[in-house]
């Protein structure tokens, strides 16, 4: 069973809760990246209108697949903006450093992806 390591991510979570189901994995890391190109659009838009209400209501979404995926430094930037009342410069440095962390993310995933789905054919 592979089990890809990452410096930013990691899926050791998603092994424990899943007794090892590739198939179920597989699932998982496919939604989350399929998801990627519009968390990073969303993050991006509420980087320019800085609408906080609405920046807390993206994350509340993105949370569950985060923290399942065990993102490095999301979970400090969610309780940080969670926290805060209104938009700060460490608002914004926040959200630029997800949204880069996103965009890195990316093209690794697909490649566990690609891996994984060996696994589970």
Not at 26 to 31: A, Q, R, V, W
């Amino acid at each position: 069973m592979m089990q890809p390591e990452h410096q930013l991510y990691s899926y050791s979570y998603l092994y424990r809760i899943t007794s090892t189901s590739p198939s179920f994995i597989h699932k998982m890391i496919g939604l989350f990246v399929s998801s990627l190109d519009e968390y990073v659009a969303e993050l991006e838009l509420l980087l320019q209108s800085k609408n906080l209400q609405e920046l807390k209501k993206v994350l509340h979404k993105m949370k569950p697949s985060m923290m399942n995926l065990e993102i490095k430094g999301a979970g400090e930037i969610l309780s940080r903006v969670s926290g805060s009342d209104i938009w700060t410069t460490a608002t914004s440095d926040s959200i630029c450093q997800l949204t880069n962390t996103l965009k890195e993310i990316k093209p690794l995933m697909e490649q566990d992806l690609h891996e994984l789905s060996k696994e589970v054919s």
